[in-house]
């Protein structure tokens, strides 16, 4: 791994080295363990954790039984299999956490009560067996290593002879459950979620803890080490996202962590300092901000709609190792918004004592003069704001279009778009995360219709990394915000084996007749633009080898669509019932348009496994509210959108002229031309003599501010500003992310 002054992380034969020595070898407590001791006696966190650590002591040891009951009657050989691991969801935390907490509290205190409590605890699960569903699961099993290896290396001198060859020997069942389908597989794996998440950490930890006394360990060790330093990180590359959304990403924050402090720690590397790392601040802030809806798309981001405590905790880590105001601004405001979420007894609380230091002062400095708009070109996002400090009281956008395509809890959501507004999303992604490949979920929440984005014949983009797209171009503006997806290579008949095979499971065949198949896509570039004012302007281009009838969709997972009347067929309208203000859509064609608005899923969510929400109760699956608005069958078409977000009365869209397909329209401010005529070069016009903003793409006559400009480029996008009587202008052509770059180093 390289990071800013390019430093190379050692061969493995260094980072063995440095695990040499007695024990307790973690996070080196054989080198450091007194100054931790010392450091954390006056600390206030460290002495409220001592207290909760008192009851763990008095709690009862756990016993093999289910977390929760749930009636598998009548339930397929499948379904009855994810129902029994849904019945013991959790039981390794249950069973393995309170052990390191109790090693933690006696590395603190040298209270010989807290490493005696661990050992009950610890040889307790390890009369469980590890091939029964309650810590046979590959995460229930990982924790129960990791417990077990936490209790051998902080409570190796409270062991007997007999003992320690009872752990040596547990620890290496265990792990082998998790290492022996690692090699030859898992390296060249796009992403295999539960390893990278959970067990990638788990494995580490254990093989730290028996390093040298179990003669395996070092393999273990080797292939881990070598794996991170090659791939992390492995579902971002250096713009600081995650391609697979911001649900399932909070997943991985506790390994992200631990592990880049355990092999900095060994390696000498500081892998808080990879471009990675450096940009996630920004990632994190713009797309999933503090109090506010976050970008709406992949598995489970509907969970955690505004980030929750995972995202609080995770961001608060982050500054005890990196400096970014910015993200110490977040981090701030995630604890004054939800002091709740900081009780001193979370998941990273090892780390922070790990990092304490008594005196820290963090500098913090609000967003409010970053740019409005950032590119994040990896993994295919671009977010848009009118304030990005205060994302609870304005509006904010982004579009989407992920050149990893729609892989592990990614969605085939190319070139969708979400809209905020006061926090809340009113245009966002569709459904629920009721398995990761159930009907609901194949046929509906993983797939296009359950997206802002475009559907040719009612058929989806691919499943799979083949069903891509890409941002070619953004720009951050004053009054205009700017973002154009490509999912030009986003249709098609599903090639993923894995995708193929999970449709197999449950007798389910991607045919057109469920919405999948060859639809002859060829092009499909979408312009959207943030206005000033509480403005929305979507601009696609759309093309195919045959004639195809397309459809637009919007989604309000949250608020009802209303049906408006229009006197023009090309056109159509609906307005959204919302809690936050105002909002409406127009769109607009250069031939006739249809629109069908209804409350129904394309495939119903059922919450058959009986998954809980934070309070504990069954999720209800709600129906929301889609409208769809479909051409007629065209070969090359266009549709303009034109949506409005305000806290007053919305405008009335003016038609000034349509003439050869030129629609001239004007919208409070804002004057708007676009070709319509998908035979004719696609064209967009924007522009505000009171906003003294221009924006152009396309063959139209650019005169701005009594000037009349040429592009440098041909096919380029322009945006005009005037900032204190000072042009500002930008030009961008179509750039290629990173990701899908040669290797510059």
Known sequence: AKYANQKV?????????????????????????????????????????????????????????????????????????????????????????????????YQLTKDKRFILNAKQRALNIISMDPYAPATGSDFNNGVVLEALGWFYDAGYDFLSAEEKEIFKKAITLRAKLVYDHLPNRFEVHVSDNHVWQITMANLAIASVAVINDVPEAKEWLTYLYEVWTARFPVLGTTDGGWHEGNGYFMVNFRSIIYLSQMFGDFSGVTYFNLPWMQNLPYYLLYTNPVAAGNSATGDMWEKYPTGGRGQAWFTDALTFRMENPYLNWYANEARKRNPQYFTGTDEYLLYRLLNYKP???????????????????????????????????????????????????????????????????????????????????????????????????????????????WIPRAISGNRIQYALGDASNAYGEIKSEFWLNRFKQINVVPSKTNGYGESGVTLYRRHMLQLEGGYIVLYDELE????????????????????????????????????????????????????????????????????????????????????????????????????????????????????????????????????????KTASLQVFSKENQSLFNYGNLPILFEGKTHKSKIKGSSILLEMDNKKLNKQEVVDELPDVAKYDRN
């Open 9 to 105: 992380a050692p061969p493995i034969s260094e980072v063995l080295k440095r695990n040499e020595g007695s024990h307790p070898l973690l996070w080196g407590m054989n080198r450091i363990g007194e100054d931790f001791y010392n450091k954390n006696l006056e600390n206030p966190e460290a002495k409220k954790f001592i207290i909760f650590a008192e009851k763990l002591i008095r709690a009862p040891l756990p016993t093999e039984k289910p977390q929760r009951v749930i009636d598998t009657t009548g339930k397929n050989p499948l379904e009855k299999k994810i129902l029994i691991e849904r019945m013991y969801h959790g039981f390794g935390d249950f069973v393995g956490k309170p052990i390191s907490n109790l090693c933690i509290a």
């Open 359 to 469: 005196d820290r002062k963090l500098t913090v400095t609000s967003p409010e003069n970053l740019p409005k708009t950032r590119k994040f070109p990896d993994v295919g996002v671009v977010a848009m704001y009118e304030n990005l400090a205060n994302p609870d009281k304005s509006l904010s956008s982004f579009l989407m279009s992920n050149p990893f395509g729609s892989s592990g809890h990614g969605h085939a959501s190319q070139n969708a778009f979400t809209i905020n507004y006061k926090g809340k999303i009113i245009f966002g992604g569709a459904g629920y995360y009721s398995n990761f490949s159930d009907k609901h979920n194949l046929l509906d929440y993983r797939s296009s219709k359950a997206y802002n984005t475009i559907l040719a014949d009612s058929l989806n983009q691919k499943i799979g990394e083949e069903g891509y797209g």
């Open 544 to 679: 195919a080898n045959k004639p195809v009838k397309w459809t637009t969709q919007f989604h309000t997972p949250y608020y009802t669509i209303l049906a408006d009347k229009t006197a023009n067929i090309n056109q159509q309208n609906f307005s959204v019932k919302t809690d936050v203000g105002n909002v409406n859509a127009s769109i607009f064609a250069n031939s006739p348009l249809k629109m069908e608005v209804h409350d129904k899923f394309y495939e119903q969510p059922l919450n058959w496994n009986k998954l809980t929400g934070a309070d504990g109760k069954l999720i209800e699956y709600v129906n929301q509210w889609h409208a769809g608005i479909t051409s007629e069958a065209k070969q090359k078409f266009r549709f303009l959108t034109i949506i409005q977000v305000k806290d007053g009365k919305t405008e009335v869209i003016k038609t000034v002229s349509n003439v050869n397909g030129l629609s001239y329209l004007q919208v409070g401010d804002w004057n708007i031309k676009a070709q319509l005529d998908g035979e």
